[in-house]
């Protein structure tokens, strides 16, 4: 394998390697087989248009035209033209497909199921990044360079992924560019040929092959990929490193360290828009009713205006038992509760699901407790995968008179709960007093504000809706009056803030849907978020604004005794109206319908585009058979070159074996050899230069006479006063031709036959050619200028002649 063709091939493993880090991202990985062959195929065409030769950019095109090619055949071939041109009608395809993909990559949850689109994304993806580091690295022979594409391919990769073997796709991806680095160095060291020798007698230590550069370059490449990966992970001060854990908690177990989580809006918003619905966890309980058993992930406590989040708070060792939830007295009803919870295996987050207040948590692995949120954290890369557990839990039940009589909060709990940001918008706290008007209690506030936004509002549910949780997003939210339960639950929070009242956002999962056997499914549908409001006696208490889903707490309904908000009906719903236990509707209810008992899951059908009608106009017509042409035409342009040389060089008598030229019979002889890849040697005597292609093809007899009979025809032209003539040099070509042939292996025939070596005689032609045209053009210039002048000089000397 020649030095170029070796540095394809790990130009294309490197990409591959770079690219398998997607392979956590989507399943199944069928995808990444189809990516690796259709990369193959343009690697190949790079190759050979680098054999012909092909000019750098021509090459790099025909390559990219091999690209669009096999994306049209594989993901529109029924819109093509005959199957393969990308027509309107295929481009227009392959758009839409681009469309679904960037859509289905928003809605789908890791590991995302591979739909057409996410397919074409990431093939389409794979094949970009493979033919700019084929361009660079073996095109351009720049292969340090070509790892900025690398480098960009696996961060994408990385930062998607939420697998904790992220260290090993970052040694293959490392491999993979290491192995391009060293081609690339071994294959400039080959041109300068064995510079280290072969060995020396009696000296230790040689390298009697001349391969000491090389193993050196393995050695050192081996040395920094290790400390790549060991040394973030030995210098504590550089974070976890790429071996460490990716969990959110600090502190390595002790009683102290502190967390800070991340926003998970964005995986929410993710889960509720699975097409595929998928199970997150199962678990059985002794609850009699499972309305209350929302399994609460994270509090979003901190609200600064740009997004809620939760609060850096201090973790400590899970306890035994776990204290007695804030604000929580004796007078309300408690009943304690006992669940199992197991979790599916590809669920892996740091935060637990529980159900609210635990008491209790008997789980294995490393898990760390945050007091003010009641949550459950993994340490030191802890997650839920497939995790099975035990929990404790209390059904706190106050009545609607122990919240309406609640005594004021405390002063420090109620400044940090009540804190708004000053970018918040007046409308937030406009629309909240107007909602709330004529309500006595907090406790009447917060029902108001619940029954505004489910039932009297207008407002819809619509997950399709741009996630956002900043003071603009709950603005442009309560104008538009559309959004899913983020922008329900934060409107509420803000707004029970703006009148006193202290408030925070829960996310994790309803209820679910109760199973055949006993069990309890939640799945990723069952995703929520609701608001949790502070009432001192109680503590903090669930509410359900967001329409048709969860269910309303007992507690919250409104009292029938008070008037309603602005935009209420008459009388509202009483107690009686308790919510349904059957699984909650799904997002295409409307508003109100839930709280009414009816099932609406039916799911709105998508309208899909069709292609545009019409025929090609002509102009496109024209540039789809150019193109067909050029395909078709530009493979067999050296193959037609070398043929018309081969005939013009060895042209003669009748039976094209007496009066060829000497000189071009020696010329086709030295391309025949270059062929067959014995390269022309100039600075070789003819008679040193047959004796090479005799002995490197290992010709016959028979055709080594006929190699040396043309020898000596070119030395009497070139050497002899008086040169013999000499006949049958087209035969004795021929005939070396033959030989060389025949002794040849047989992809070399056919590279020899399909891509001769020597045809990059044709691209040197063309560019002398293309130099004395430009120097014609440069001189004709001031010559054409020169004329002119001598003309004007002539005809003034005329008319002196004349008048004289």
């Given at each position: ?37 259709m ?5 190949g ?6 054999r ?30 005959a ?324 005594p ?28 709330t ?56 929070a ?55 889903r ?10 029938t005794?008070?008037p ?41 059908a ?96 028979d ?15 070139l050497?002899?006063?008086q ?51 430009r ?23 005329r008319?002196?002649g004349?008048?004289?």
């Amino acid at each position: 394998m020649s030095g170029r063709a070796r540095l394809a091939l790990c130009a294309m493993v490197a990409t591959l390697c770079a690219g398998s880090a997607l392979l956590p991202l989507v399943d199944p990985i069928t995808w990444f087989f189809q990516a690796a062959l259709m990369l193959a195929l343009v690697t190949g065409v790079g190759a050979l248009g680098r054999r012909v030769p092909l000019a750098r950019p021509l090459t790099v095109g025909a390559q990219a035209l091999a690209a669009v090619l096999l994306l049209t055949v594989v993901f529109a071939r029924g819109q093509a033209i005959a199957g393969l041109l990308p027509g309107p009608d295929a481009v227009t395809a392959l758009v839409d497909l681009v469309r679904d993909g960037v859509r289905d990559v928003g809605r789908y949850a890791i590991p995302a199921p591979v739909t057409p689109g996410i397919r074409l994304l990431l093939v389409a993806g794979v094949l970009l990044i493979g033919l700019v580091v084929d361009a660079t690295a073996v095109t351009y022979r720049s292969a340090a360079p070509a790892g900025l594409p690398l480098l960009a391919l696996y961060s994408v990769a990385a930062g998607l992924s939420q697998s904790s073997a992220g260290w090993l796709w970052f040694v293959v991806a490392a491999a993979g560019y290491l192995l391009l680095l060293l081609a690339e160095g071994r294959d400039r060291l080959s041109q300068w040929g064995r510079v280290f020798g072969g060995p020396v007698a009696g000296r230790p230590g040689t390298d009697p092959g001349g391969r000491l550069p090389i193993r050196r370059g393995r050695r050192i490449g081996a040395l920094a990929l290790g400390i790549a990966l060991l040394v973030p992970a030995v210098l504590p001060s550089l974070g976890a490193g790429l071996l460490g854990p990716t969990a959110d908690g600090t502190g390595p177990g002790g009683g102290g360290g502190t967390i800070s989580a991340v926003n998970p809006l964005v995986s929410l918003q993710d889960s509720l828009n699975q097409p595929e619905d998928r199970e997150v966890l199962n678990y059985r309980t002794t609850a009699a009713d499972t309305r209350e058993m929302y399994l609460r992930i994270v509090a979003l406590d901190q609200f600064d205006g740009t997004a809620w989040k939760p609060s850096e708070r201090t973790v400590t060792d899970v306890p035994a038992e776990l204290p007695r939830p804030p604000g929580l007295s004796s007078d309300v009803s408690v009943t304690r509760v006992n669940t199992s919870l197991s979790t599916a295996q590809w669920y892996a987050q740091n935060w637990l699901p529980l159900p609210y207040p635990a008491a209790k948590v008997d789980i294995p692995g490393r898990w760390r407790f945050e007091p003010e949120g009641r949550t459950l954290v993994g340490d030191r890369g802890q997650n839920t995968h497939g995790l099975q557990y035990q929990v404790e839990s209390l059904q706190v039940r106050p009545t609607a008179h122990q919240l309406a009589a609640a005594p004021p909060p405390p002063a420090a709990l109620r400044s940090e709960y009540t804190k708004v940001p000053d970018s918040l918008p007046p409308i937030v706290r406009t629309t909240a007093r107007q909602v709330t008007r004529g309500a006595r209690t907090a406790y009447d506030k917060a029902v108001k504000l619940q029954d505004w936004f489910a039932l009297y509002g207008g407002f819809s549910y619509n997950t399709e809706v741009r996630a956002g949780s900043g003071t603009e997003a709950i603005a442009r939210f309560l104008e538009d009056k559309e959004g899913f339960c983020v922008h329900f639950s934060f409107s509420m929070a803000a707004m029970a803030r703006t009148l006193g009242i202290p408030a925070r956002v829960a996310v994790g999962f309803t209820p679910g849907t109760r199973q055949p056997d006993g069990t309890t499914s939640v799945s990723l549908k069952d995703a929520h978020a609701w608001p949790e409001l502070y009432f001192q006696g109680v503590g903090w208490t669930r509410f359900e604004p967001t329409p048709s889903r969860g269910s309303v707490p007992d507690y919250a309904f409104p009292d029938t005794s008070q008037p309603t908000g602005p935009g209420g009906p008459d009388h509202a719903p009483g107690p009686t109206a308790v919510p349904s236990t059957g699984p909650s509707a799904a997002p295409s209810c409307g508003p109100g319908e839930r709280r009414a008992g009816p099932e609406c899951a039916a799911m709105p059908a998508v309208p899909t585009a069709g292609p545009p009608d019409g025929g090609l106009s002509p102009g496109v017509l024209s540039l789809l058979a150019l193109a067909a042409l050029l395909v078709v035409v530009l493979p067999a342009v050296p193959l037609r070159w070398r043929a018309r040389a081969r005939a013009r060089r060895l042209a003669g008598g009748p039976d094209g074996a007496a009066a060829a030229d000497p000189l071009a019979a020696w010329q086709e002889l030295v391309d025949t050899g270059w062929d067959f890849g014995i390269l022309p040697d100039e600075s070789l005597t003819p008679r040193a230069a047959v004796a090479r292609i005799i002995r490197v093809g290992e010709l016959s007899p028979d055709a080594a006479a006929a190699a040396q009979r043309v020898a000596t025809a070119v030395e009497q032209v070139l050497y002899a006063p008086q040169p013999v003539p000499a006949a049958g040099l087209a035969a004795d070509v021929r005939r070396v031709h033959t030989g060389l042939r025949d002794g040849a292996p047989r992809a070399l025939r056919l590279r020899a036959r399909f891509a001769p070596r020597s045809a990059a005689r044709l691209r040197w032609s063309w560019a002398v050619r293309w130099s004395a045209l430009r120097l014609r053009c440069r001189d004709s210039r001031p010559a054409a200028a020169a004329r002119r002048a001598a003309d004007a000089l002539r005809t003034a000397a005329r008319r002196r002649g004349r008048r004289a």
